[in-house]
C-alpha cells in the first residue's frame, strides 16, 4: 500500500479517489472527546450518481468473470485489510473508542468473513442450480429443457455501523457478502469513523485494481442524510444493506418502498434479546454452582463491550424461585465491579444515560446496582446498571421492552409460568431469544418455551449468551421485525450471500450460452438439483 | 364428499361452515352473460378476525406434526379435488368461460401442484438444513454448537386469480406452498368463480379432517375490499400471495407496508413478456421454413387462452430484415383466422377492448390484422389483435409498454440492434423474456441480448413461447417489479415454498429438543450441510 496517509481522506468514485464537493468534516476521537485534524468531504448528490453510474457498467463486466475471480478478489481484499497493519487498527481505536484487543479481534473476523465468501464462491453450490432436462416425447405435452439459478440484483448500497467499525462496515459483512453474490458496492460509510472507513475503502480500491475487478465494482462515500436517501432512492440501485438504529434504518425503508421500483432493505436494527430463565436453569447440579455462574456470566455478556452490540441482552425474565435472591446478588457483585468505559460516540452515549434514566424513575423499577466506580469521562464514558421490576409493570409499559442500547439490562422477575409466557408474548421481534432450563422441566411445562421463543427471534440459545455471533454456515443473525427489516434473511455467515440474489430460469437454451453453472457437463463441479436429485454429475 | 351442493356457497372459518354476516352476492357465467342462481355470502371483519384466531391456534399445532403428516394432508387435498368429479369442472367452466378441456388440464395441474410439494416435504431436504457443531477447544475461544433450518412463517393469506379458477385459486401454488411450508392458510375467494372457490375449499376441509389436520389451518371466505385489507392489516397475518393486476397487488402491497410489522407480500401482477426477434431467428434453415413456424407459434400463443395469461407474449420487438414482411404476413394470416372466444368475466373483457381500442388509436400505431369473425356476443367475447409500430414512436409513448390482458400483442419493428436495445432497456420488470436468434448472431452482435433479458425477467427462452409455466424445480415464475412485488421469488415450482419461511438457529441445544431434521442422527435421511459439506451422514 501507498501513499495511505495522503488518501485518509479520501472518497472513492469507483478507482477514483476524490475530495466530495458538499460539507467537510471532522472525526471525533471519543476516548479524548476531542475533534481530530483531518478533514473528510462529504459527497454531492451529483458525486453519489457518477458512483451509481460507475456499478452499473461495472456489475455487467462483473457478472461476466470466473467465480474464481471475484474469490480471488474477495481474498485480496483481505491481503489488503492485513497489510495496512498497526495504521488501520490505531485509526479505528483513536475513532471508536474501544480498545486494541477487540479492534484487533475485529480485523481478524473481517478477514475470516471475506475469506468465507472467498471459498463459498469456489466451491460454487450456493446458486442452488436446479435443472429439469427437456422430454420432448411427454405426453400430452413435450417439456422444454429448463435450468435455473441465482443471479446478482445488481448494485448494492451498504451503510457502515458506528458499533463494528470494520467487520459491520466498509469492508464488513454486507459488502463482502454483496460483491460475492455479483453485486457492485457502494458504501457510505458512519461518520462516526470516517478515516478507518477510508482506509479499508482504500483497501478494496487497492485490491480490485490487483485482481483486474473493473471500475465502479465498489465505492466509498463519505455523505449527509440527503445524499444517503438519493442513493436509496436512484432507480440503478437495487438493494440495501444496513446496520444501525431503527430510527434511521425505517426511514431508509420508506425511501426503497417509496420508488417507483420498490428495492429489498436489509435493515439489522434494534433488539433487547431476551433471556429467559426457569428455576432448573440455575439450580445447582452435581455440587456445581450453577446459579453463580449464570449470574456471573450475564453480568458479563451485559457488559461486553460497553454493551454496543446488537446481541447485548438487554431483558432477563427471571421466573421467581428460592434462588431469585442468590442469583440477582451475583448479577449485583459483577455490576458494581464492573468499569466504566468509553462509549462509541457521544450520541450513543447520552443516548444511553438517558434511556437508563427514563427507566429507573419508573415507580416500580429497582436499581439492582450500577458499576461503582465513577466515569473518569462523565462525557464519554458508559456505567453499568442492572434494574429489576415485576411482571404486571413490564407488561403495562411499552417502554420497558424498548432497547438502550449500552451496558444495561432489565430484570423482569415473574411469578408464574403464565406471566412470563404473557411477557414474552409480548415482545416484538428479536435477533436472538435465550433460554436456562432443563429438558426436564420444558417437558413438564405447559408453555412450549422453545416455540414461543423461536416465533420471536431468528436465533434460539439454549443456556449460553448471545453476544458472541459466530461466522458460519449455521448462524442467522436476523429475525423477526423490528430487529430486521426482513425475517427471511441473516447478515452474518455464509447464507447472507442469499440477500443480494434472484432465481432466473433459462428455457431451452444451447449449452454453450448458459452460465457455466447450468452447462450439461458441469464444468464448475458443484452440486445440481437434477430433477429433484443433487448431484455433481453432469446431464 | 357429502352435501356438495348444500355447501356451495359456503365460507369455512376453520373446519366450520358458515354463511357470511356480510353482503350477499350472485355468481356470473360469462359465456351466457347472466347471472347463477346461488347465493353467496361475504364474511364481515369479525369473521375474518375469526379465521385468523384459528389459524393462529393451528399454527403451533401444525408446526409439531411430522413433515410426512403435512405430505399426506397435501396428497388427500389432491384426491378430494379429484373426488368432486365432474362437479368442480362443470361448475368452473360455468364461472370462468374457459373450455371443459382446459379446466380438466388445470385440474391436473392443481393436483399435481399438491402432490409435488407432498413428495418434496417426504424427501425432505428443502428445509437447507446447517449444522456446525460445537469446537470447544477451539483457540481463543470455542465455538458453540450452531444448527439452522428454515421455519414457516405463519398465517398466510392467499388471494384468488381469476384466470386460472383452479391452479392459483383456493387450492392452487400459493396454497400448497404454505401449507407444504408449515403455514395456515387463509383464502380469500375470487367474486369470478365463488362456488368453484366453495368448492375446492370443500375438499380442504374434507382432506384437513380426515388427515387429522388442527382446526384453522385452512379457510375460505367470501370477501369484499374492506375485509381483504383488514386480513392484510391482521398482526397475526405473517404473509400474503396474489396474483391478479397491478392496481389490486400495489393495494394490498401499501396495506402490508404501512402495518406496524411490515410483512412480504408476494403480488404476480403484470407482464408484457417481450419477444425479440433477430434475423437469424427466423431464418429458413436446411430447407425448414423457420420463419413461417415461429409466425404461426407466436401468433398461437397470443391467442391461447383468449390471451389471459400472465405469460401472454404482448410486445414483440422485430430487428428488421428482407424476413420482415413475410413474417408479418404469416401472423396476420393466423390472426385473422382466429376464433373470438369468451373472456374471463365483463371487467377483463371491456379492459381488454379499452385498451386495445387506445393503442390502436395512435398515429403510427397500425392494425397488422384482427380475427375476422365478429364475435357472437360482443360482451363477452374477446377478438385477438396485432398491432405494428416503431422502435421510435414506443420510445416515446410509456402506454405502449403496458400490460393489455388479453389475445392482443403489439409488434415494434426496429432499424437497428441500438434501437432495439433501446426498446429493451426502457421496459419495466417482467415475468418472462424470449429470444430468437442463433448462437453465431448473439456471438457477432455488439449487444449481450441475453444479460440484458435477463436483467429485465425471471424467464429467459431462447427461442419457444412463454405461455405455458411448467411446475417443476427449475421453474422462476417471478420476475423485476412490477411483473412481481419480490423479485427473489418463484409462485410456481418447487421454490415457491421459499417464500413462506425464515430461518431459525438453535445454539448448543440438547440433541432431544432440536427439530427433527437437525438432530444428530438424521432421522429424517435428509441433505444436510456440515461445516461446509453436503452429507447424508449424522453427525
Request: aromatic letters at 6%.
Given at each position: 500500500?501507498?501513499?495511505?496517509?495522503?488518501?485518509?481522506?479520501?472518497?472513492?468514485?469507483?478507482?477514483?479517489?476524490?475530495?466530495?464537493?458538499?460539507?467537510?468534516?471532522?472525526?471525533?476521537?471519543?476516548?479524548?472527546?476531542?475533534?481530530?485534524?483531518?478533514?473528510?468531504?462529504?459527497?454531492?448528490?451529483?458525486?453519489?450518481?457518477?458512483?451509481?453510474?460507475?456499478?452499473?457498467?461495472?456489475?455487467?463486466?462483473?457478472?461476466?468473470?470466473?467465480?474464481?475471480?471475484?474469490?480471488?478478489?474477495?481474498?485480496?481484499?483481505?491481503?489488503?485489510?492485513?497489510?495496512?497493519?498497526?495504521?488501520?487498527?490505531?485509526?479505528?481505536?483513536?475513532?471508536?473508542?474501544?480498545?486494541?484487543?477487540?479492534?484487533?479481534?475485529?480485523?481478524?473476523?473481517?478477514?475470516?468473513?471475506?475469506?468465507?465468501?472467498?471459498?463459498?464462491?469456489?466451491?460454487?453450490?450456493?446458486?442452488?442450480?436446479?435443472?429439469?432436462?427437456?422430454?420432448?416425447?411427454?405426453?400430452?405435452?413435450?417439456?422444454?429443457?429448463?435450468?435455473?439459478?441465482?443471479?446478482?440484483?445488481?448494485?448494492?448500497?451498504?451503510?457502515?455501523?458506528?458499533?463494528?467499525?470494520?467487520?459491520?462496515?466498509?469492508?464488513?459483512?454486507?459488502?463482502?457478502?454483496?460483491?460475492?453474490?455479483?453485486?457492485?458496492?457502494?458504501?457510505?460509510?458512519?461518520?462516526?469513523?470516517?478515516?478507518?472507513?477510508?482506509?479499508?475503502?482504500?483497501?478494496?480500491?487497492?485490491?480490485?485494481?490487483?485482481?483486474?475487478?473493473?471500475?465502479?465494482?465498489?465505492?466509498?462515500?463519505?455523505?449527509?442524510?440527503?445524499?444517503?436517501?438519493?442513493?436509496?432512492?436512484?432507480?440503478?440501485?437495487?438493494?440495501?444493506?444496513?446496520?444501525?438504529?431503527?430510527?434511521?434504518?425505517?426511514?431508509?425503508?420508506?425511501?426503497?418502498?417509496?420508488?417507483?421500483?420498490?428495492?429489498?432493505?436489509?435493515?439489522?436494527?434494534?433488539a433487547v434479546n431476551p433471556v429467559v430463565i426457569l428455576p432448573g436453569g440455575i439450580s445447582d447440579q452435581a455440587g456445581t454452582s450453577v446459579c453463580e455462574k449464570v449470574a456471573a456470566g450475564l453480568a458479563?455478556?451485559?457488559?461486553?463491550?460497553?454493551?454496543?452490540?446488537?446481541?447485548?441482552?438487554?431483558?432477563?425474565?427471571?421466573?421467581?424461585?428460592?434462588?431469585?435472591?442468590?442469583?440477582?446478588?451475583?448479577?449485583?457483585?459483577?455490576?458494581?465491579?464492573?468499569?466504566?468505559?468509553?462509549?462509541?460516540?457521544?450520541?450513543?452515549?447520552?443516548?444511553?444515560?438517558?434511556?437508563?434514566?427514563?427507566?429507573?424513575?419508573?415507580?416500580?423499577?429497582?436499581?439492582?446496582?450500577?458499576?461503582?466506580?465513577?466515569?473518569?469521562?462523565?462525557?464519554?464514558?458508559?456505567?453499568?446498571?442492572?434494574?429489576?421490576?415485576?411482571?404486571?409493570?413490564?407488561?403495562?409499559?411499552?417502554?420497558?421492552?424498548?432497547?438502550?442500547?449500552?451496558?444495561?439490562s432489565l430484570v423482569v422477575i415473574c411469578q408464574t409460568e403464565a406471566e412470563l409466557a404473557d411477557c414474552l408474548q409480548s415482545l416484538e421481534g428479536q435477533l436472538t431469544a435465550t433460554l436456562f432450563a432443563?429438558?426436564?422441566?420444558?417437558?413438564?411445562?405447559?408453555?412450549?418455551?422453545?416455540?414461543?421463543?423461536?416465533?420471536?427471534?431468528?436465533?434460539?440459545?439454549?443456556?449460553?449468551?448471545?453476544?458472541?455471533?459466530?461466522?458460519?454456515?449455521?448462524?442467522?443473525?436476523?429475525?423477526?421485525?423490528?430487529?430486521?427489516?426482513?425475517?427471511?434473511?441473516?447478515?452474518?455467515?455464509?447464507?447472507?450471500?442469499?440477500?443480494?440474489?434472484?432465481?432466473?430460469?433459462?428455457?431451452?437454451?444451447?449449452?454453450?450460452?448458459?452460465?457455466?453453472?447450468?452447462?450439461?457437463?458441469?464444468?464448475?463441479?458443484?452440486?445440481?438439483?437434477?430433477?429433484?436429485?443433487?448431484?455433481?454429475?453432469?446431464?
Amino acid at each position: 500500500m501507498q501513499a495511505t496517509q495522503a488518501q485518509l481522506n479520501m472518497n472513492f468514485i469507483g478507482h477514483e479517489a476524490v475530495l466530495g464537493e458538499g460539507d467537510s468534516f471532522q472525526a471525533f476521537a471519543p476516548a479524548s472527546h476531542a475533534y481530530l485534524s483531518d478533514e473528510f468531504t462529504n459527497v454531492t448528490v451529483e458525486q453519489a450518481d457518477q458512483a451509481v453510474g460507475k456499478a452499473v457498467a461495472a456489475f455487467a463486466a462483473y457478472g461476466k468473470l470466473h467465480p474464481g475471480q471475484r474469490a480471488d478478489f474477495l481474498d485480496a481484499i483481505a491481503a489488503e485489510i492485513e497489510a495496512l497493519g498497526d495504521e488501520l487498527i490505531e485509526r479505528a481505536v483513536l475513532e471508536s473508542g474501544l480498545p486494541t484487543g477487540r479492534i484487533t479481534g475485529e480485523r481478524g473476523r473481517t478477514t475470516g468473513q471475506l475469506r468465507m465468501f472467498a471459498s463459498l464462491l469456489r466451491e460454487g453450490s450456493w446458486v442452488d442450480a436446479r435443472i429439469n432436462p427437456a422430454l420432448p416425447d411427454r405426453q400430452p405435452l413435450p417439456r422444454p429443457d429448463l435450468r435455473r439459478m441465482l443471479v446478482p440484483l445488481g448494485p448494492v448500497v451498504v451503510f457502515g455501523a458506528s458499533n463494528f467499525p470494520l467487520a459491520f462496515s466498509v469492508a464488513g459483512g454486507d459488502t463482502a457478502s454483496a460483491l460475492a453474490a455479483g453485486c457492485p458496492v457502494i458504501v457510505k460509510a458512519h461518520p462516526s469513523h470516517p478515516g478507518t472507513s477510508s482506509l479499508a475503502g482504500q483497501a478494496i480500491i487497492e485490491a480490485a485494481r490487483k485482481t483486474g475487478m473493473p471500475d465502479g465494482i465498489f465505492s466509498l462515500l463519505h455523505a449527509d442524510n440527503e445524499v444517503a436517501q438519493a442513493l436509496v432512492a436512484h432507480p440503478d440501485v437495487k438493494a440495501v444493506g444496513f446496520t444501525g438504529s431503527r430510527r434511521g434504518g425505517l426511514a431508509l425503508l420508506k425511501v426503497a418502498q417509496e420508488r417507483p421500483e420498490p428495492i429489498p432493505v436489509y435493515a439489522e436494527m434494534s433488539a433487547v434479546n431476551p433471556v429467559v430463565i426457569l428455576p432448573g436453569g440455575i439450580s445447582d447440579q452435581a455440587g456445581t454452582s450453577v446459579c453463580e455462574k449464570v449470574a456471573a456470566g450475564l453480568a458479563a455478556s451485559v457488559t461486553l463491550g460497553v454493551g454496543q452490540f446488537c446481541t447485548n441482552p438487554g431483558l432477563v425474565f427471571l421466573l421467581d424461585s428460592p434462588l431469585t435472591e442468590s442469583f440477582l446478588e451475583t448479577v449485583a457483585e459483577k455490576i458494581r465491579a464492573s468499569a466504566p468505559a468509553t462509549m462509541l460516540n457521544a450520541g450513543i452515549h447520552s443516548a444511553y444515560k438517558k434511556g437508563v434514566q427514563q427507566i429507573r424513575v419508573l415507580p416500580g423499577v429497582h436499581v439492582l446496582a450500577e458499576a461503582e466506580t465513577e466515569a473518569d469521562d462523565e462525557r464519554t464514558e458508559g456505567r453499568s446498571a442492572v434494574l429489576t421490576t415485576t411482571a404486571p409493570l413490564f407488561l403495562s409499559n411499552t417502554d420497558l421492552s424498548q432497547e438502550i442500547f449500552g451496558p444495561s439490562s432489565l430484570v423482569v422477575i415473574c411469578q408464574t409460568e403464565a406471566e412470563l409466557a404473557d411477557c414474552l408474548q409480548s415482545l416484538e421481534g428479536q435477533l436472538t431469544a435465550t433460554l436456562f432450563a432443563t429438558p426436564d422441566e420444558l417437558r413438564q411445562s405447559s408453555v412450549d418455551w422453545v416455540t414461543l421463543l423461536q416465533t420471536k427471534a431468528g436465533r434460539v440459545l439454549f443456556g449460553g449468551y448471545p453476544t458472541g455471533v459466530e461466522v458460519c454456515e449455521a448462524m442467522t443473525h436476523g429475525g423477526p421485525f423490528p430487529a430486521t427489516s426482513d425475517s427471511r434473511t441473516t447478515s452474518v455467515g455464509s447464507g447472507a450471500i442469499l440477500r443480494f440474489v434472484r432465481p432466473v430460469t433459462y428455457q431451452s437454451f444451447p449449452d454453450a450460452l448458459l452460465p457455466l453453472a447450468l452447462q450439461n457437463a458441469n464444468p464448475l463441479g458443484i452440486w445440481r438439483n437434477v430433477d429433484g436429485n443433487l448431484t455433481k454429475e453432469s446431464c
